[in-house]
């Protein structure tokens, strides 16, 4: 049992307030999942910038100062780029004027033991052990201004209780991916995703549907065809929750045997594992407040 609270606004007036209302959410889940928490935050003016690309690495003890880290990055990016290194809570931002995919290269070459837990333009991951009050708190949630936001609460089933393990899983660039439930079949799913060049991080039953999504996405499909092909490949019971840089989408098992309820407004889309995390919200009284159909793909663009 893990607890899912993702919340993508519409009003722009609003969004200074996602954060907070994000936080609020995440809070009355936490039953369903006290090991370790995660949460993702699109569009934060105070942590990602145009033409940045930033990288979410687990930890802040890397074994190098921030200023280090800045300089030996530096001279190993492209001339004339800038490099921040920041803490955020148990989180350390690495941002530069390259594309993400350069950054992480650069990182993986100086330091391979690090781990990149969200990479893009637009999102900053952050992920932690402990009680998912404590991490909100700790990374600074209920402050944070933002278009969409998406949170987990992990009972950890399927591997150990650790920051790595937790979720969001984010494998491709402003892409991440929370899990209610268990996938059967991961096991002959990675090693298919493998046989065709797909590189695994962990042993994490959810990682196989985030790398399984990227892949799929990367083949050209868009978000709603990626994850209805994922119905047919993957087993089990889930509720999965996707979010890339400009679209949030729903899907659960073709059984419906995770719980998930939806709040739609002018204002907002949110999206929770119960509705008690939704009371709080600004006029959920006249919100359209439904639960999603076994086995469709919802999705909601920014």
């Not at 549907?209 to 709603?224: F, I, P, Q, T, W």
């Not at 979010?243 to 059984?255: E, F, G, L, Y």
């Amino acid at each position: 049992m893990c607890g899912i609270a993702a919340l993508q606004v519409r009003n722009t007036a609003l969004r200074p307030q996602m954060g907070s209302l994000l936080t609020g959410m995440l809070c009355q889940i936490i039953e369903r999942g006290p090991d370790s928490a995660g949460m993702a935050v699109y569009n934060n003016p105070d942590l990602v910038a145009e033409g940045f690309a930033t990288l979410s690495l687990l930890g802040t003890d890397l074994g190098i100062s921030a200023r280090d880290l800045e300089r030996i990055l530096g001279s190993s990016l492209p001339v004339g780029g800038e490099t921040k290194v920041r803490e955020l809570g148990d989180t350390t931002l690495l941002s530069a004027e390259v594309d993400a995919e350069t950054l992480a290269g650069a990182v993986g070459a100086s330091y391979p033991g690090v781990v990149v837990a969200g990479r893009g333009e637009h999102v900053t991951v952050m992920k932690s052990v402990g009680n998912p009050k404590d991490v909100a708190e700790r990374h600074g949630l209920a402050g944070m201004s933002g278009t969409q936001g998406l949170s987990h609460t992990r009972m950890a089933t399927e591997s150990a209780v650790t920051a790595s393990g937790s979720h969001p899983f984010a494998v491709a660039d402003d892409l991440c991916l929370v899990h209610n439930g268990s996938f059967s079949n991961h096991a002959s799913v990675r090693r298919e995703l493998q046989r065709l060049g797909v590189e695994f991080d962990s042993e994490n039953d959810t990682e196989v549907g985030a790398r399984y999504v990227a892949h799929r996405l990367s083949a050209g499909d868009d978000l709603e065809t990626a994850l209805t092909h994922l119905g047919k490949v993957l087993d089990g019971f889930y509720t999965l929750v996707v979010t890339t840089a400009d679209s949030m989408a729903i899907v659960r098992d073709p059984i419906a045997c995770k719980p998930a309820i939806i709040a739609e407004t002018e204002d907002y889309v949110a999206i929770a594992s119960e509705f008690r995390a939704l009371a709080h919200l600004p006029g959920i009284e006249s919100a359209r407040i439904f639960e999603p159909e076994p086995g469709r793909v919802y999705t909601w663009n920014v």
